[in-house]
C-alpha cells in the first residue's frame, strides 16, 4: 500500500513538472511569437519607407526602427536558442515541424542582419541628424559629412560585415522552400537584401579612398552623345578631370574633346574599321572607346588622354546625355551662368542644343567652333556647386539611387586604378565588361560611322532563335530589324559636315552603321546577310556586298561585324545564323539541363525591344521557365526590353 502510493505521487509529481514544462514551453512559445509578429511589422514598414518618395526617407526613424528591430530579433534568437534542443527534432510534426526545426538558423539569420544594418547606421550618425539651414554658420555640406563619418566608421563598418558573414553562414542551415509560403514570400525579401546589404557595405568601406581621404584622386571625366551611338555609349563629345580632396571638389573642367589632340604627335594607328569607312589616320581620343567591353576602352581612354596631354588620372567617370537628364531630376534645376532660366531635366537637352549652335546670324566660323562646347564647363560647374553645397539628405539620397540606376542601365560607367573597387564593380555587374558567364551570350553593338546624330532617330528590335532540337549541335539564328524614323528624304553623302550648324540637321541624314554581334565563346559562322551598300555611299568608294565577317572577339567571345546604311525613311533587315558551342546546354549533377541566356545591353540605349525564342528537344519535359511562354509543346518564347543586362533560363528535366 505504501509503495503504491509512493509511485501514486511520483506519477502527479511527474505529470505536474510535464504540465509546468509544457505551459513554460508555451509562454515561451506565445513569447517568440510575438516577438516574430513584431519582426514582421517592422519588416513592413522599412519596406514601406524603402518603397516612398527618397525625398521623403526621415533616416532617423528608419535608423530607430532598425535597431529595435535588432533588440526583437536578439531577444528572438536568445528565446529559439533556449528551445533549439527542443524544436530541432519536431520536424515531423504535420505543418508546424519544418519551421520548429528551422526556427534556431532562421532567428540567428535575422539576427544578424538586423544587427549588421543597425551598426551600419549607427557608422552613419553623424549623417541622420538634421541639417541646418543652407548658409548658416557651422552646417558642412553633407558630402564633406560622408567622408568624415567614413573615416570614424572603421570598428562599426568591421562589425557590420562580421555580421553578415554570420547571416551567410545562418542561411545556409535551412531550406526556405520547407517553410510556409506567407514565411517564404518574407525570407525571398531578406535573401535579396543580403547580397545587396553585402555589396553596399563593400562600397561604404572603399568610399573614403575614392573620395580622396588618402590623397587627391583625379578622374576623367567622359561625356558621350549617345546621339552619335558608339560601342560604350556614343561618341566622346567632351572630356575633362574632376579632383577630390577627403569628399571635396577641389577642381573641375570639362570640354570638347578635340582640344586635347596633340597633332604634332604621332598616334597610334584606329581600329581598321575607323581607317577604312570613317579614312581615320590616327587614333584619337574622341574615338578611344570602340571596344564594347568597358574596362578596355576606359583603359584606352586614359592612355590616349595621357598621351595628348601628359596628365595622369586614377580613374574614367563616362557618362551620357539620359545620365545628365535623369540627374538633373534627381537634384533639381540649377543656375547657369550664361543663361536666365533654371536648367533641368524638362530643359536640358533644348538647352544644350541650342548652346551648340551659333548665334544668330554667326554662321560657322572659327570661334564659334573653338566655342561651341563652353555650355558643358558651364553646366557642370553648375551641377557640382548645387550637389557639393547641399546638405539636403533626401536630394543626395535621390540622387544616389538614381546613379546607381544608371550604372545599372549603362548610362553612366566608372573605371578605377584600384583593385578593390574594379573588383567590386565586376562582382556588382556595373564595371561594363563583357561578363558572358556559363550558356549562352548576345550583345548587339552598333556603331555609328557617318558623321552625325542620326541615332536617336532610329529606332531597332532584336530577335533571337535558338534550336535545341539536336542537343549535340545546337544553332542560333539573329534577326535585327531598324526603321529611320524621318520621313525626309535625302541624298547619303557620306562626309564631315555640320551642314547648317543646326542640331536637328545632323539629326536628318541616312544612317551609317558598323554593326557587331557578339556571341558566346565557340560559337562558328554559319550564313546570313546584311543588305549591300553601293559605293557611291561610302568614302571608300567601293561596294560593299552585305556579308558578316566572324572574328575572335573581347573576353573569349565571337563576333560578327559588317556595315549597312539605312537611308531616311527607310527599313533593314540583317540575319546571322551560326553554331553554338555544345556547351550552351549546362548538364546538372541530377541528369536535368539548363539552358541560360545572358542578353547584353549596348550602353547608351534605350530600351531595345528583344524577343527570344527557343525549340526544345523532341519529348523534353520542362522543370522550369520563369517568364517564358510556350508557343506548341516544343517551342517557348520570352521577350521584354533591354534597359539592363538580363539573363533568362529554362531547365529541362532528366
Known amino acids: 500500500m505504501k509503495l503504491a502510493g509512493t509511485r501514486r505521487r511520483l506519477r502527479w509529481l511527474l505529470l505536474a513538472a510535464a504540465v509546468l514544462v509544457l505551459a513554460a514551453a508555451g509562454l515561451e512559445g506565445y513569447r517568440t511569437y510575438r516577438l516574430a509578429a513584431d519582426l514582421r511589422d517592422a519588416a513592413a514598414d522599412l519596406q514601406a519607407m524603402a518603397q516612398g518618395d527618397p525625398a521623403a526617407l526621415d533616416l532617423q526613424a528608419a535608423a530607430r526602427l532598425v535597431h529595435r528591430a535588432r533588440l526583437d530579433a536578439?531577444?528572438?534568437?536568445?528565446?529559439?536558442?533556449?528551445?533549439a534542443p527542443l524544436t530541432r527534432w519536431l520536424g515531423w510534426v504535420p505543418r508546424y515541424g519544418p519551421t520548429l526545426a528551422a526556427a534556431a538558423p532562421l532567428a540567428d539569420y535575422v539576427a544578424s542582419l538586423t544587427a549588421a544594418g543597425d551598426e551600419v547606421l549607427g557608422a552613419l550618425d553623424p549623417l541622420l541628424a538634421p541639417a541646418m539651414p543652407a548658409g548658416s554658420a557651422g552646417n558642412t555640406p553633407l558630402a564633406a559629412r560622408l567622408v568624415e563619418a567614413l573615416v570614424s566608421a572603421g570598428p562599426r563598418l568591421d562589425a557590420a560585415e562580421t555580421y553578415l558573414q554570420a547571416a551567410d553562414t545562418a542561411r545556409r542551415r535551412f531550406d526556405r522552400g520547407d517553410l510556409p509560403a506567407s514565411l517564404q514570400d518574407n525570407l525571398a525579401d531578406a535573401d535579396r537584401l543580403l547580397p545587396l546589404a553585402q555589396q553596399g557595405l563593400a562600397v561604404l568601406r572603399l568610399l573614403p579612398a575614392l573620395l580622396g581621404t588618402e590623397a587627391p584622386r583625379t578622374y576623367l571625366l567622359v561625356a558621350q552623345n549617345q546621339d552619335e551611338l558608339r560601342a560604350t555609349g556614343g561618341f566622346i563629345s567632351g572630356i575633362g578631370t574632376v579632383v577630390l580632396d577627403r569628399g571635396r571638389i577641389v577642381g573641375l573642367s570639362i570640354g570638347d574633346s578635340y582640344s586635347v589632340d596633340d597633332l604634332s604627335r604621332t598616334y597610334p594607328l584606329p581600329p581598321e574599321p575607323l581607317q577604312r569607312y570613317m579614312q581615320a589616320g590616327q587614333w584619337l581620343v574622341r574615338d578611344a572607346n570602340w571596344s564594347p567591353d568597358f574596362p578596355t576602352a576606359a583603359a584606352q581612354i586614359r592612355e590616349l588622354y595621357t598621351f595628348s596631354t601628359g596628365a595622369e588620372t586614377n580613374g574614367l567617370i563616362a557618362f551620357d546625355l539620359s545620365a545628365v537628364s535623369r540627374l538633373l531630376a534627381a537634384i533639381g534645376p540649377v543656375q547657369v551662368a550664361s543663361v536666365s532660366e533654371p536648367i533641368g531635366a524638362h530643359n536640358v537637352e533644348n538647352y544644350i542644343h541650342q548652346a551648340w549652335a551659333p548665334a544668330p546670324g554667326q554662321g560657322i566660323t572659327q570661334e564659334w567652333w573653338e566655342h561651341r562646347k563652353d555650355f558643358m564647363g558651364e553646366l557642370a560647374t553648375a551641377?557640382?556647386?548645387?550637389?557639393?553645397?547641399?546638405?539636403?539628405?533626401?536630394?543626395l539620397l535621390a540622387l544616389?539611387?538614381?546613379?546607381?540606376?544608371?550604372?545599372?542601365?549603362?548610362?553612366?560607367?566608372?573605371?578605377?586604378?584600384?583593385?578593390?573597387?574594379?573588383?567590386?564593380?565586376?562582382?556588382?555587374?556595373?564595371?561594363?565588361?563583357?561578363?558572358?558567364?556559363?550558356?549562352?551570350?548576345?550583345?548587339?553593338?552598333?556603331t555609328n560611322v557617318g558623321f552625325n546624330k542620326v541615332d536617336r532617330r532610329v529606332e531597332r528590335s532584336l530577335a533571337y532563335t535558338v534550336d535545341l532540337r539536336d542537343p549535340s549541335a545546337p544553332r542560333a539564328e539573329v534577326v535585327v530589324r531598324y526603321r529611320h524614323t524621318v520621313d525626309t528624304p535625302v541624298a547619303c553623302v557620306h562626309q564631315a559636315s555640320y551642314g547648317l550648324a543646326v542640331y536637328e540637321d545632323m539629326q536628318t541624314r541616312c544612317y551609317w552603321d558598323y554593326v557587331r554581334v557578339y556571341a558566346a565563346p565557340g560559337a562558328s559562322f554559319l550564313g546570313g546577310s546584311l543588305p549591300p551598300t553601293p559605293a557611291e555611299y561610302l568614302l571608300t568608294g567601293q561596294d560593299e556586298p552585305g556579308t558578316w565577317t566572324p572574328a575572335l572577339g573581347e573576353r573569349g567571345t565571337t563576333e560578327f561585324s559588317g556595315i549597312f546604311v539605312l537611308p531616311t525613311a527607310g527599313e533593314a533587315e540583317l540575319r546571322l545564323a551560326y553554331r553554338l558551342p555544345d556547351q550552351v546546354l549546362l548538364h546538372r549533377a541530377d541528369g536535368s539541363r539548363v539552358y541560360s541566356l545572358r542578353l547584353s545591353k549596348q550602353p547608351g540605349t534605350e530600351g531595345t525591344p528583344v524577343e527570344v525564342t527557343v525549340l526544345l528537344p523532341e519529348g523534353a519535359a520542362l522543370r522550369e521557365a520563369e517568364g517564358w511562354t510556350a508557343l506548341s509543346a516544343d517551342t517557348l518564347h520570352w521577350q521584354g526590353l533591354l534597359v539592363t543586362d538580363v539573363t533568362v533560363s529554362l531547365t529541362l528535366e532528366p
Not at 551641377?383 to 536630394?395: H, L, P
Not at 578593390?420 to 556588382?428: F, G, K, P
Open 74 to 83: 536578439e531577444a528572438l534568437q536568445t528565446r529559439t536558442r533556449l528551445l
Open 383 to 395: 551641377v557640382v556647386a548645387t550637389i557639393q553645397g547641399s546638405s539636403d539628405r533626401g536630394m
Open 400 to 446: 544616389a539611387r538614381e546613379a546607381l540606376a544608371l550604372m545599372r542601365e549603362k548610362h553612366l560607367l566608372i573605371a578605377v586604378d584600384d583593385p578593390q573597387t574594379a573588383a567590386l564593380l565586376s562582382w556588382m555587374g556595373l564595371d561594363g565588361a563583357l561578363q558572358t558567364g556559363p550558356g549562352d551570350f548576345l550583345m548587339l553593338v552598333d
